[in-house]
Nanobody, 125 residues
Framework: VQLQASGGGPVQAGGSLRLSCIKS????????MGWFRQAPGKEREFVAA????????DYSDSAKGRFTISRDSAKNTVYLQMNSLKPEDTAVYYC???????????????????WGQGTQVTVSS
């Protein structure tokens, strides 16, 4: 399984970006795809996750109301629409996937088996 993340870049505070993550290769189970981010000197943190089959979603508190995760199951692609960006959103954003997660594990990066390469988001004030 390979995950290819894209869409990052520089943006001013208050602006928007849309990240994409394309999954290739076969995985078994009910696939959940998540977005995580990691800022310099900080641990990787959960942003949002979505079930590819059912479309259920989950968000971190910092993402709620500003970010929207969505999927195109036919294209095996997950999107993260990020609005009202803040300087503290600056980080490398990673997409992840797994086929064995229970709902309570969606926010745990250690539970995901597959990871993309990351895309840098830089928000300037």
């Amino acid at each position: 399984v390979q995950l290819q993340a894209s869409g990052g870049g520089p943006v001013q505070a208050g602006g928007s970006l849309r990240l994409s993550c394309i999954k290739s290769g076969r995985t078994s189970g009910r696939i959940v795809m998540g977005w995580f981010r990691q800022a310099p000197g900080k641990e990787r943190e959960f942003v949002a996750a979505i079930s590819l089959s059912g479309g259920s979603t989950d968000y971190s508190d910092s993402a709620k109301g500003r970010f929207t995760i969505s999927r195109d199951s036919a294209k095996n692609t997950v999107y993260l629409q990020m609005n009202s960006l803040k300087p503290e959103d600056t980080a490398v954003y990673y997409c992840a996937a797994d086929g064995t997660l229970i709902r309570s594990s969606w926010a745990m990066p250690t539970q995901y088996d597959y990871w993309g390469q990351g895309t840098q988001v830089t928000v300037s004030s």
